[in-house]
């Protein structure tokens, strides 16, 4: 598997800055998703959050706005600069800003927050790293963590259709190193690098893909109570594209849709496919 060199991925992270909350397809809905876990769990022993990969602050924003002492962590300085000028929009005061990668929080104590969220590319996108980016997380974490990563289902289906194109002959290698072990980078194949072609400096990765079964294990070997474990968004991507782009125009339904959406993971199809885009499986754990 192809290293993780952090200098070149604050680079791409900074170019896709400006478009971290242009919604493709069903993003808008899985960030309702995680608002909805997120909100659940705000109970009154909650004071500190650490939100890393905060991105551009569509969380750890609102979250300081509604009073909570917050560390915005994230590896690109130019998503940190839109969420600072958010803050200072706000004139918020209860948050602080560091840049870093997610695996390496060393800079924090064990148990300095009451709750550590990581979602979206802080761990799937520490590529090899990932492992050590969850436990990271784990460390610093006093009493829950709130984390989402990509699904390795939903990967594999990826893989698949970016790459038909590729061969006539052959599924190519990247769908085999996906199944096997979860992995993904643009550098890694030659073919790789055809199916990204149009992504921001046409590259993706590295990704660092899960099972639901593999997250159980890690937390569970990291002395972690599972509170939550499923796939998030999962009935948007059955769905497809075009039934969502027409809720987005019925708002009643799409408020009702969001609480469907979360009932399908729950109880459904809690171990299935995930949102078509942004991270497709949700983990709540406490110690």
Known sequence: ????????????????????????????????????EINKNLTSDI?????????????????????FKIVHFDISDEMISIAKNKAIETKLTNITFEQGISADLSRFDNDSFDLV???DGAVSFCGIDAEKAIKETIRVAKKK?????????????????????????RFIPAIYEMFDKGF?????????????????????????????????????????????LTS???LTNHCG????????????LYLEYIDLCDRFD?????????????AGIMVVVSK
């Open 1 to 36: 598997m192809v290293k993780t060199e952090y200098e070149f991925e604050k680079k791409w992270w900074n170019a896709k800055a400006h478009k971290e909350e242009s919604d493709m397809f069903d993003e808008k809905i899985n960030r309702e998703l995680r608002w909805k």
């Open 47 to 67: 004071k500190t959050i650490l939100d890393v990969g905060g991105a551009t602050g569509v969380f750890s924003i609102p979250l300081a706005q509604k009073g």
């Open 117 to 119: 969220l990581n979602m």
């Open 145 to 169: 963590v709130i984390m989402t990563v990509s699904n390795k289902a939903n990967m594999i289906i990826s893989s698949l259709r970016s790459g038909l194109h590729l061969s006539d002959e």
């Open 184 to 228: 993904w980078h643009t550098h890694q194949y030659n073919e790789n690098k055809e199916m990204v072609k149009g992504c921001t400096n046409d590259y993706l990765g590295p990704i660092k893909a899960f099972t639901l079964t593999e997250l159980k294990l890690i937390f569970e070997n990291n002395g972690m109570k599972i509170e939550r």
């Open 232 to 234: 998030i968004g999962s």
């Open 241 to 252: 594209k075009e039934f969502v782009d027409k809720l987005f125009e019925k708002p009643k």
């Open 266 to 278: 729950k109880e459904i199809c809690p171990d299935s496919l995930g949102s078509n885009q942004r």
